[in-house]
C-alpha cells in the first residue's frame, strides 16, 4: 500500500511564492505518476497539475500555466510543486495524489488511487 506525505504548505502574501513537497512510500512500478488537487472551501476539487516518473511528461491546469512548476526531488518518488506569483483565489487545501496510467498525467482525479491528507495553502490579499 502506498502512501503519500505532504508538507510545505503555508500562509503568504499574494505576489509571495510557496513549495509543497509530496514524498510516496511504497513500492511503485512502470507507468507511476504522481499530482496535486486542490480544494477550496464550497468548490470542487480541480487538478493543478500532474508529472510521470517515466518519461517525465507534465500537464498543468489553466490556472497553474506560468506560475506553478512540478518537477521531481533528486532523491526517491518526491514531487514538488513551486507555485509563484500566488493570488488569493490559489487558497486551498491541496493534495498529493498518485497512480498509473499511459500517456501524460490526467486532470480526472479518479484515475489517481493513492491519495496524502492534504496542506493548507493560504494566499492573502
Known amino acids: 500500500q502506498m502512501q503519500l506525505a505532504e508538507s510545505g504548505g503555508g500562509l503568504v502574501q499574494a505576489g509571495g511564492s510557496l513549495r509543497l513537497s509530496c514524498a510516496a512510500a511504497?513500492?511503485?512500478?512502470?507507468?507511476?505518476?504522481m499530482g496535486w488537487f486542490r480544494q477550496a472551501p464550497g468548490k470542487e476539487r480541480e487538478f493543478v497539475a500532474g508529472?510521470?516518473?517515466?518519461?517525465?511528461?507534465?500537464t498543468y491546469a489553466d490556472s497553474a500555466k506560468g506560475r506553478f512548476t512540478i518537477f521531481p526531488a533528486n532523491a526517491g518518488k518526491t514531487v514538488l510543486l513551486e507555485m509563484n506569483s500566488l493570488k488569493p483565489e490559489d487558497t486551498a487545501a491541496y493534495y498529493c495524489?498518485?497512480?498509473?496510467?499511459?500517456?501524460?498525467?490526467?486532470?480526472?482525479?479518479?484515475?489517481?488511487?493513492?491519495w496524502g491528507q492534504g496542506t493548507q495553502v493560504t494566499v492573502s490579499s
Open positions: 511504497g513500492r511503485t512500478f512502470g507507468n507511476f505518476g
Open positions: 508529472l510521470t516518473w517515466s518519461g517525465g511528461m507534465k
Open positions: 495524489a498518485a497512480g498509473y496510467w499511459v500517456g501524460p498525467p490526467p486532470s480526472n482525479d479518479r484515475q489517481y488511487a493513492y
